[in-house]
């Protein structure tokens, strides 16, 4: 049992790092598609720029073409009238002609390399968006398989914690029993045993006293109805607590009001005990189960509540038995606590949830630190109990 317990949970694990794994790649895939989107937004912004930059030089070549034009006219000009111009004049006019040329080529090769650099952008432009689809896409079918992938997954992983819970529980249970019959043996040995040890001794007692000191032999006789009266109400605590026999006898209002009793007067807790109920619609294992659930419940409230009051109702309408507990003690984590790892009183709890859950019924617990617990469980009665 112990080595299935471990496969199931290295199959939970294994289930869960894929799922996260696949959830991982989803999220990686969408980041691609992030980031391809922010360059798509980057490439065209400086596509718009080189735009401007390439219409503004456009511009420019046309006004120095127009220059240059005037430019050579005047050259033309001066070079047919070099008589009657100065050696400064055409000087100028040849040096004008020729920066205007030389600034046109420079001029166009700079809107030369200004369109590579658009025509690159654009087809990078063109190769993102190709991206951004694609990833859209295959974000869109992770998406979808991650939809099926998690929910069957998740399905096999709750079943697999499912066997893996009751493979716990198992082992629990068989360990709460050695518990049991070490609790039951210890008690015994402290007190019936004890007490039938000293019932030895004082009955020794007695039959040497009763020549020698008829006073002295009535006190120890006296000692020795004591310890068996003690002797004989641990004996029927050890057999209540097994067993309580007033189920079968008195019903199960009679032996939770026997219970309650001393519960209140062992911790001073008052308990508001109302019922609405007939035993004899209840079957055995039913009303078994019901009382355990007061029991454990009581119990957790005695070690851990610090309650100062108790609110118990019971009552049996529209063929379901419904028992409500509310406490106004220190509370407590339920998510926690129903944990089968958590401790005493969590496998308390996960044994009152698994015994409602066998009679087909519902448990509903609700708490929080410092506001007390309020336990609720519905059990329907089967059609002979009907």
């Known amino acids: 049992m112990y080595k299935l317990g471990l496969n199931a949970k290295k199959m939970n694990d294994i289930i869960e790092s894929t799922i996260e794994i696949i959830e991982k790649g989803k999220n990686e895939i969408f980041e691609i598609a992030e980031s391809a989107r922010n360059e798509c937004k980057r490439i065209k912004k400086e596509l718009e720029d080189i735009q401007a930059k390439a219409t503004h030089i456009i511009n420019e070549v046309d006004s120095l073409e127009i220059l240059e034009k005037k430019s050579r006219a005047r050259l033309a000009v001066v ?20 920066r205007l040329k030389v600034k046109i080529l420079l001029k166009r090769q700079e809107e030369k390399d200004l369109i590579k650099q658009r025509s690159d952008l654009e087809k990078r432009l063109k190769d993102s968006y190709k991206v951004v689809k694609r ?17 069957n997954l998740k399905n096999v992983s709750e079943q697999l914690v499912d066997i893996q819970q009751k493979e716990v529980v198992g082992i629990k249970v068989i360990k709460a029993q050695e518990e049991e019959r070490q609790r039951v043996a210890r008690e015994i040995h402290d007190g019936p045993a004890q007490s039938m040890a000293n019932v030895v001794i004082k009955a020794e007692i007695c039959e040497k006293l009763f020549d020698r000191d008829m006073e002295k032999a009535k006190a120890q006789l006296t000692e020795l109805k ?27 209002i009679p032996t939770v009001q026997r219970f309650i009793l001393n ?28 009382f355990r659930i007061i ?9 851990y509540a610090k309650a ?8 049996s309408i529209h063929n379901k038995i419904n028992l409500l ?11 926690h606590k ?20 066998l009679l087909k019924g519902k448990i509903d617990i609700k708490s929080n630190e410092g506001k007390g617990t309020r336990i609720k469980v519905t059990i329907p009665l089967t059609n002979m109990e009907e």
Do not use: H, W
């Open 338 to 357: 129903l944990s089968t790892n958590k401790g005493e009183s969590g496998f308390g709890l996960f044994i009152m949830k698994e015994r409602v859950e």
């Open 325 to 335: 507990i509310i406490d106004d003690g220190i509370g407590f984590n339920p998510q």
């Open 79 to 98: 070079s047919k009238n070099f008589k009657e111009c100065t050696e400064q004049d055409i000087k100028g006019a040849y040096e004008e002609a020729n």
């Open 226 to 252: 004591d310890i068996v009266r003690c002797s004989l109400k641990d004996v029927r605590k050890i057999i209540y607590d097994l067993r309580p026999m007033s189920l079968d006898d008195l019903g199960l």
């Open 295 to 303: 029991q454990e419940s009581l119990n957790n409230i005695r070690k």
């Open 263 to 290: 519960f209140e007067e062992d911790t001073k807790v008052e308990v508001n005990f109302s019922a609405n109920i007939k035993n004899e619609y209840i079957n055995s294992i039913t009303q078994l189960s019901v």
């Open 308 to 315: 100062s009051m108790v609110v118990l109702k019971l009552e």
């Open 135 to 151: 990833a859209e896409n295959l974000v869109s079918q992770v998406g979808v398989a991650m939809g099926y992938l998690s929910g």
